[in-house]
């Protein structure tokens, strides 16, 4: 089975070749550098650039796998949620192509996508629980199996990534905030800036996060000052790097509060929902392009500890937005004929 992924439903033009269900080939045309002046992506630029990619990097693909067009069997592709712009670049080539070989194309939800990388890397495509946390959603899914998952609790207002790029945007790094947030929040002292739990006693499932991002703008506001133009990421990095411990930047000090600050979000409702089930999920997987964060990772290991439970994350290239995520669960549901209930 040989069977090509395209995912065009943000900022990334990528495609991928699954042979026997593992990677042959993953390309991925960043569209990041276009974006990052603007704090965010521009829907009409990244359509634009998405239309341009899109044969350079299957062809691409292609040539690295060592297959021919005429050998692919399906074509599976991002159909929701994302920009529309983007979105209906890659249907229409998915759907152009496979007209043209003869073969079938299945469109595939982006999320759910994420939801199941880890069937493509480690096999698990039933019974976990499992951590959604990407740049537009966030939330906790049970997951039986690829037709039958369900949503425990999700974000009523904004996602964890849209959070990492916001602060980020505000202190002048630009997007996608996640990583660098990520690097410089290693430098400070995390327990500067407190915030308790959103929704606490009121919903225990759910996320909140405008809130605390509303708090940390705020801060930056009042330390940096009206007439504040932005950090520089190599400068401040540069400077972090030779102030003793201790003594750090403030700015290192508030992205380190802020990274704790999500990580007790995410724990509080995580246990929360752990805490409602009778017979506890034996497998935890956690998804989407803010896994990718360490920091993150280290703390939800431990917790997984704590329940019995084992820790599934995809490669750090596998979290954010790719391709083959979609020829995952694309190929899976064409295989088994499955209709999905959600
Ligand atoms: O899954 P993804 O590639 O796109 C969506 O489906 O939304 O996620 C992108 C998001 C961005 O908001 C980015 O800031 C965040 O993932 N992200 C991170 C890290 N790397 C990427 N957030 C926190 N820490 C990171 N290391
Ligand atoms: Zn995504």
């Known amino acids: 089975m040989i069977t090509l992924g395209i995912e065009t439903s943000c900022d990334e033009t990528s495609a991928c070749i699954l042979y026997n269900s593992k990677?042959?080939?993953?390309?991925?045309?960043?569209?990041?550098?276009?974006?990052?002046?603007?704090?965010?992506?521009?829907?009409?630029?990244?359509?634009?650039?998405?239309?341009?990619k899109i044969s350079e990097v299957v062809d691409l693909c292609?040539?690295?796998s060592g297959f021919k067009y005429s050998d692919i069997n399906l074509v599976a592709y991002t159909s929701e949620p994302g920009l529309v712009g983007g979105l209906l670049t890659g249907i229409l080539f998915a759907k152009g192509l496979a007209l043209s070989l003869k073969i079938p194309a299945?469109?595939?939800?982006?999320?759910?996508?994420?939801?199941?990388?880890?069937?493509?890397?480690?096999?698990?495509?039933?019974n976990f629980l499992c951590l959604l946390i990407s740049g537009g959603h966030t939330a906790i899914?049970?997951?039986?199996s690829i037709s039958?998952?369900?949503?425990?609790g999700k974000s009523i207002d904004d996602s964890?990534?849209?959070?990492?790029?916001?602060l980020s945007k505000a202190l002048g790094f630009g997007y996608p905030g996640g990583p660098v947030i990520e690097q410089i929040a290693k430098f400070g002292n995390e327990d500067i800036y407190k915030f308790g739990i959103?929704?606490?006693?009121?919903?225990?499932?759910?996320?909140?996060?405008?809130?605390?991002?509303?708090?940390?703008?705020?801060i930056v506001q009042r330390v940096c000052g009206q007439n504040f133009n932005g950090f520089n990421y190599e400068v401040i990095m540069d400077e972090l790097k030779t102030v003793p411990r201790g003594t750090v930047l403030d700015v290192a000090n508030l992205c380190a509060s802020f990274q704790k600050t999500v990580v007790n979000i995410i724990i509080n409702r995580l246990r929360n929902t752990i805490e409602a089930f009778d017979c506890k999920p034996k497998k935890f997987v956690i998804c989407g392009g803010a896994a990718s964060n360490e920091y993150i990772r280290k703390h939800l290991i431990k917790i997984c500890q704590k329940y019995g439970m084992e820790f599934y994350a995809p490669e750090k290239h596998l979290c954010t937005d790719n391709a083959a995520m979609i020829a995952n669960l694309g190929e899976r549901v064409y295989v088994k004929n499955c209709t999905l209930i959600v």
């Open 23 to 52: 990677i042959a080939s993953l390309k991925t045309f960043s569209q990041i550098d276009l974006h990052k002046m603007y704090g965010g992506v521009v829907p009409e630029i990244a359509s634009r650039n998405h239309l341009q």
């Open 62 to 64: 292609l040539m690295e």
């Open 106 to 126: 299945i469109n595939v939800n982006h999320i759910h996508a994420h939801v199941f990388t880890c069937g493509l890397t480690d096999g698990i495509f039933d």
């Open 141 to 144: 899914y049970n997951v039986k």
């Open 148 to 152: 039958n998952f369900h949503i425990m």
């Open 160 to 166: 964890i990534g849209e959070v990492f790029d916001k």
């Open 198 to 218: 959103p929704l606490s006693g009121k919903d225990n499932y759910n996320f909140s996060l405008s809130g605390i991002k509303t708090e940390f703008l705020k």
